[in-house]
């Protein structure tokens, strides 16, 4: 498996004929998520079936009657999808063993089940349920989907929402200048769990992409990825700028790419070549004067907050690397 | 109850948890998910020793909380399994959001509920605070007498809930019930088997996506389905009215369900909605749900052999509420008091007592309906106390433009 290279043409051409996630969804324009559900959805080799929290992939794909989904999706409330998960995978479990519907021609129960949770549902209020599965080591895919806010709301901060950004509920006033904490450390959280399998991805990577989704698919147990996700809206960014900025976080440092195999981490691509070669590695400014979000901190007044945020990715990234055995 | 048949039936000594922890493993569930919450804590122990000494072959998901628990039961079920599970009081509470989404997307989940007092002040003790705030979130509700009968409608909830797609509560009252030792005639496991089956997955029509095939309701890859999308105003109501009125017609399902249930067990609760004692010719009755209603019929029988006509009506059912058949039962009497173990801050008089006098509300002729609320937090409620309230009910006269509504039991 992890030999494995995709063959994107290969892949679309499936992904054309399957159309396992419709095309006339209602996500923003330039929004992360459309594509990285596409990219779960072509990493995988056995049915899939979709677990979501409440949230902008939620309702902007499911509006009655309509639906994007041609697999089984379902949503139940915003915390607990991964208890959702756990569910199925229990039923499923069963179903198996007692062997109920062997012969029905109508009924499948070889899939794996992916929950899909943003950074709200993740971070936030569904971290409760998110460790209880981990802790049972029932086996789902969680994939985190991180715009970085509570954007179905109207962009209110998250634990997701970094130093600094403008949101709805950390305005940029004459006293407090937007978010004043840091991101948590959710795949550490993750990892502390003791799980097979958790990754970060940026969909502009797509290859390194695609091979973490089928790890974590193909792993014995719960597997965690943390997808990076842009949000055009939410972050006062282009919507032609999606790609460039998936690329730029990586780039910046301020969204690395790893792997954590059975606790042991490891850089990937890009992230691993800044590793290798830290001329590479560019000022966080490239990654932030792109969205207005961060656009306060380029006033003379403010300059600390950008130092403060190199300060922070630097930090993150020294401990990566000691992580990753550099 | 009357019985219809002797069948070969073992008497367990078992409280009223155990009694529904045995109607679990007899009933074919494939998944039970719960965390523990006095006084339901013996259902799930139980239920966890069946299946880890391999008497019961079933997924136990150990949750983390109870929001998980009734979440991760309706993934269960939506993945084709029959789930059970089981809480109480502030569980229930926590499942709040969860009882709504079970009930609109029509998982058939079932839940035992031991009814304890809601928090604050914390009270592990009985009454029905719980289970009355979930009266409208769409899930079919039976109150249950005795262990026995605990036993009884856990077994019958299944089918019921399967054949309506309905997610049915079966309730007993904390410690009165659920720790309460009595004898319990539990059936052969084949014969519960048999009676409920196996998780049926019922077939839909979808037309417009695959013509005249019906495909099977639940989570597969085969025939792809969204549950729970997004519905806004151009739908929901429209969902919503049509949930009301499918959850009227679990009426017959409900009655059949119970007929069904008596042929096998010998234990027919007829009529099945409430059940009368000693009602034909009284003038004053009390009508309320269950534990108490054991001893209001005792009650009953002192008073009757003191020549008072006096009788008593235990509802069982309580959602879908009976109201057709309260209105036939009850517009011959002259005074009906409603038992409510429950406040409805705020309100004019319990739920119980609101619902019944709203179904009586448009006869020519009813009954002068009074309102008592008793036994929060599991205070007692003595037969003295419940002669007083015959007494009372036997000499009222006409309806007062307020509602009568009092608490019995509790100190000036
Ligand atoms: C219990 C509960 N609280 C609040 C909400 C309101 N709510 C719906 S979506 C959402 C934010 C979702 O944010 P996130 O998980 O980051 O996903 P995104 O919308 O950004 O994709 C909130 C707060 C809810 N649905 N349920």
């Known amino acids: ?326 | 109850m009357a019985v219809l048949k002797k069948v070969e039936q073992v008497m367990m000594a078992l409280n009223g948890d155990e009694a529904v922890a045995w109607a679990v493993k007899q009933s074919n569930v494939d998944v039970v998910s719960a965390y523990p919450i006095t006084p339901q804590t013996i259902i799930v122990e139980r239920i966890s020793e069946f299946v880890n000494n391999g008497e019961m072959d079933a997924e136990f998901i150990h949750v983390e909380s109870e929001h998980s628990a009734l979440t991760a039961a309706w993934g269960a079920a939506l993945a084709g399994a029959r789930a059970f599970t089981a809480t109480a009081a502030n569980g229930l509470a926590l499942m709040w959001e969860i009882l709504y989404i079970t009930a609109s997307t029509r998982v058939p989940v079932v839940m035992a509920v031991v009814n304890r007092a809601l928090s604050a002040p914390i009270n592990i003790h009985n009454d029905h605070s719980d289970t009355m705030g979930a009266r409208d979130s769409g899930w079919i509700q039976i109150y249950s007498e005795d262990a026995q009968e605990a036993y009884d409608n856990t077994i019958m909830a299944f089918k019921i809930a399967e054949e309506s797609l309905f997610p049915v509560m079966v309730t007993l009252d904390g410690f009165t019930i659920s720790h309460t030792l009595q004898n319990v005639s539990v059936l052969p496991d084949d014969v519960v088997s048999d009676f409920v089956g196996v998780r049926r997955i019922p077939r839909i029509k979808l037309p417009r996506i695959h013509g005249d095939k019906e495909i099977p309701l639940m989570f597969n890859p085969k025939y792809p389905i969204t549950f729970g999308p997004l519905d806004l105003y151009d739908y929901y109501f429209e969902h919503k009215v049509q949930q009301n009125e499918a959850m009227k017609e679990t009426f017959p399902i409900i009655e059949r369900v119970h007929k069904e249930y008596g042929e096998i067990s010998g234990r027919s609760y007829e009529p099945v909605f409430m059940v009368p004692y000693r009602t034909e010719d009284a003038d004053a009755i009390i009508l309320g749900l269950s534990s108490t209603m054991s001893v209001v019929k005792k009650v009953v029988d002192d008073l009757r052999e003191r020549g008072k006509k006096v009788g008593a009506i235990r509802l069982r059912v309580f959602r879908p509420f009976p109201a057709d058949f309260l209105r036939r039962e009850l517009s011959k009497f002259h005074a009906v008091g409603v038992l409510d173990r429950c406040i409805s801050f705020g309100g004019e008089g319990g739920p119980l007592f609101n619902e019944v006098r709203s179904a009586l509300y448009g006869l020519p002729s009813r009954p002068i309906v009074h309102n008592y609320i008793y036994g929060l937090g599991g205070r007692d409620l003595p037969r003295s106390l419940i002669v007083k309230i015959y007494e009372e009910l036997l000499s009222a006269r006409a309806e007062p433009e307020v509602p009568v509504v009092k608490y019995v039991g509790v100190r000036e």
């Open chain 1, 1 to 326: 498996m992890s030999t494995w290279r995709p063959d994107i043409k290969e892949l679309a051409k499936r992904e054309m004929q399957t159309r396992p996630f419709e095309s006339g969804h209602r996500l923003c324009a330039g929004c992360g998520a459309g594509i990285i559900v596409r990219q779960i959805m072509m990493a995988a080799r056995k049915s899939l079936v979709f677990v979501n929290a409440t949230g902008c992939v939620e309702v902007a794909t499911t509006i009655f009657p309509y639906t994007s989904w041609n697999v089984p999706w379902a949503h139940n409330a915003f915390e607990n999808a991964a208890a959702v998960g756990s569910g199925i995978e229990a039923g499923r479990k069963k179903l198996l063993r007692s062997k109920r519907f062997d012969g029905d021609p109508d009924i499948e129960l070889d899939y794996d089940v992916v929950v899909l949770g943003g950074d709200g549902g993740t971070y936030d209020i569904g971290l409760q349920a998110i460790s209880g599965a981990f802790e049972r080591g029932d086996k789902i895919l969680y994939v985190l989907y991180d715009n970085e806010a509570y954007m179905n709301t109207g962009i209110q901060r998250s634990g997701g929402t970094p130093f600094g950004a403008r949101t709805t509920t950390t305005p940029v006033g004459s006293v407090i200048k937007g978010k004043v904490q840091f991101k948590k450390p959710i795949v550490d959280i993750m990892v502390a769990h003791r799980i097979p399998y958790a990754a970060t991805v940026s969909s502009a990577y797509w290859n390194d992409a695609l091979v973490k989704f089928r790890k974590g698919l193909e792993a014995e147990g719960p597997a965690f990825i943390h997808a990076f996700s842009t949000c055009p809206l939410g972050w006062g960014c282009e919507t032609a700028e999606t790609v460039k900025i998936m690329k730029l976080a990586v780039e910046t440092c301020v969204f690395p790419l790893y792997e954590v195999e059975n606790g042991r981490y490891k850089l990937t691509g890009p992230s691993l070549a800044i590793a290798k070669n830290p001329d590479r590695k560019k000022p966080v400014e490239e990654y932030l004067k792109l969205q207005a979000r961060f656009r306060h901190m380029f006033r003379p007044e403010n300059k600390w907050m950008l130092e403060k945020f190199q300060e922070w990715v630097d930090k993150e990234w020294e401990l990566l690397l000691k992580k990753s055995g550099f």
